[in-house]
Nanobody, 117 residues
């Protein structure tokens, strides 16, 4: 089983930047992708970005050009660099690991990102 711990959230003004980190531990050898999700109050959780074990990336349309996902395989850590933040980016951000059966059904505590207008 993979354990994931998110960090790096906070309060930032519109146009600001934050970098989120997600450290993975446990049975990480079977992971084929790592992703960042977010859930805003009253909304469903949505996939923001993911990166495959081969380094391919994919982004939601709403964050393309502003967010960058990257990974440090040596540290088993995935990052989400968020630039040009908007109030609509306000949410709890979660990372998740994808294995052969899909994204893990287990979620961590997440990290709160709040963008003030």
């Amino acid at each position: 089983q993979v354990q994931l711990v998110e960090s790096g959230g906070g309060l930032v003004q519109t146009g600001g930047s934050l970098r989120l980190s997600c450290a993975a531990s446990g049975s990480s050898f079977s992971i084929n992708a790592m992703g960042w999700f977010r859930q805003a109050p009253g909304k469903q959780r949505e996939l923001v970005a993911f990166i495959t074990s081969g380094g391919s990336t994919n982004y939601a349309d709403s964050v393309k050009g502003r967010f960058t996902i990257s990974r440090d395989n040596a540290k088993n850590t995935v990052y989400l660099q968020m630039n040009s933040l908007k109030p609509e980016d306000t949410a709890v951000y979660y990372c998740n690991a994808r294995q052969s059966y899909g994204w893990s059904p287990s979620w961590g505590q997440g990290t709160q990102v709040t963008v003030s207008s």
